[in-house]
């Protein structure tokens, strides 16, 4: 073999040499890595995971479907005063009252609420103690009120 092809061979066996000794210290470095953020990146995994389950939950307080009734200004109905609601403003078309259990859950007065099919309202007002996940809509005529009925319908609390 002349001088040239001992070069070459020489260089080829330095080149393996240096990316074997590379390859192991990647690799050396990808295990330290490893072992230095596992902890935080399985604990990072934990957060997501329940952060998602907050998000599920929230989603569940949000959108339900509920009973949605309607009520009129009349005595039996309400109170003793029934022009004024729960919240002490005026009865008017496009509010409702909300059972006390989703007032509970952060459906308070002056949100709004999407009622499907029906648009959207102001929670104004509190149903009473006896009924659960039910929504009453106004209406300033009674015979309107009796004709809207009973109905499962899906209602969600917007935001702001």
């Known amino acids: 073999m002349n001088g040239h092809g001992s070069f070459v061979v020489t ?3 330095f080149a393996l040499l240096s990316t074997l000794v590379g390859f192991g210290a990647y690799n050396a470095a990808k295990v330290e890595a490893r072992e230095r ?3 935080r990146i399985e604990a990072l995994d934990e ?7 907050q998000v ?6 949000r959108i339900k479907e509920v009973t949605v009734t309607a009520y009129s200004p009349t005595v039996n109905q309400c109170d003793s005063n029934p022009q004024v609601t729960a919240s002490m403003v005026k009865v008017r078309p496009g509010i409702v009252a909300v059972s006390r259990d989703l007032f509970d859950q952060g459906w308070v007065f002056g949100k709004k609420v999407y009622v499907k099919g029906h648009g959207i309202f102001e929670i104004a007002d509190l149903m009473n103690k006896r009924h659960t996940q039910r929504l009453d809509i106004f209406f300033p ?4 009120a009796r ?3 009973i109905k499962q319908v899906q209602v969600a609390l917007l935001a702001g």
């Open 37 to 39: 953020f596992l902890p």
């Open 147 to 149: 004709r809207f009925g």
């Open 56 to 61: 599920a939950e929230l989603e569940k307080m």
């Open 141 to 144: 005529d009674t015979e309107e």
């Open 11 to 13: 260089s080829l066996f």
């Open 47 to 53: 957060e997501r995971q329940e952060l998602a389950r």
